[in-house]
């Protein structure tokens, strides 16, 4: 009731003390268990208000709307569907309805934590028995990695290049290749790849080996580029050199790095078509 009150005033008129008002509601539902949330008006997440994507939910019901719609618009009943950085789960929870009872999602992440909220979110819908979890970090090199523990502020945001030398290791997680992964998995043809991996991007995709998925979302967050010395024309390169063409999110195509809607990129290979989210 009172997540429904905090919510409905949100949504309401502006006033001098609003702003006062709201967060006194939110330390009220923070000390609670896990918030239920609509998302995308259609399907049910769970949510901590602590946390500044899980907060975006709960308040506006969306997250990276493009993103989702170019997953949905993408995949077709009985599709195999892989993400790296599964996060809270909210690619994999459209990508679950997309591919039906026939199809297959598998998501990728190190980080414990993440996983447990995305197969929590997943259960949630229904959507037992169209996934499956692994807890791995991505690399061109097998071996194991320790991890600095997220920012509370971000608890799915967790990577490689993150981890610094003076932090604490809070937990070790093995590091695959996305190709033996994938071929532990399903030997199905891979229609899409999602891919946040938060500044690791050249190495798993490097990973990939033999495996080509029709098509690749990825991100390229300045913040990650800058601080893991991501070089993306070396990446496009690559990409380009395998057999891609790299797009925006809204469809063009790029010949060098240009921003793009919620820092994602598409690679397409060879004739293949897809479907981009209806310019606004």
């Not at 500044?52 to 618009?73: D, H, K, M, N, P």
């Not at 690619?91 to 980080?111: F, N, R, T, W, Y």
Request: aromatic share 10%; proline share 5%.
């Amino acid at each position: 009731m009172l997540a429904r009150v905090l919510r409905a005033y949100a949504n309401g008129p502006d006033h001098l003390s609003k702003l006062r008002v709201q967060r006194f509601l939110e330390r009220l539902l923070v000390a609670e268990p896990p918030l239920t949330a609509r998302f995308l008006s259609k399907y049910e997440v769970r949510t901590d208000l602590s946390e500044a994507i899980e907060r975006e939910v709960f308040f506006t019901g969306s997250y990276e709307r493009a993103s989702l719609e170019f997953i949905g618009e993408n995949l077709s009943e009985g599709d195999f569907c892989v993400c790296s950085g599964s996060a809270y789960g909210y690619h994999m929870i459209v990508a679950c309805e997309k591919v039906g009872q026939s199809g297959q999602v598998l998501g990728i992440d190190p980080q414990p934590l993440a996983l447990a909220r995305t197969r929590e979110n997943l259960l949630l819908n229904g959507f037992d028995g169209r996934f499956s979890l692994c807890c791995a970090a991505l690399g061109n090199k097998s071996g194991w990695q320790g991890f600095t523990a997220p920012r509370p502020e971000n608890r799915g945001g967790c990577s490689i290049p993150a981890r610094q030398e003076h932090h604490p290791m809070d937990f070790i997680s093995r590091v695959a290749s996305l190709e033996e992964i994938i071929r532990f998995v399903s030997d199905r043809r891979v229609r899409l790849l999602v891919l946040d991996v938060e500044g690791f991007e050249a190495q798993a995709l490097e990973s990939m080996g033999s495996i080509l998925p029709d098509i690749i979302l990825f991100e390229l967050h300045p913040y990650f580029v800058e601080r893991a010395h991501v070089d993306p024309e070396e990446l496009f390169k690559f990409l380009k050199k395998i057999g891609y063409t790299v797009h925006k999110l809204d469809g063009i195509i790029l010949d060098k790095y240009d921003k793009s809607i919620e820092n994602n990129f598409v690679a397409i290979t060879g004739e293949e078509k897809c479907k981009f989210p209806a310019k606004t």
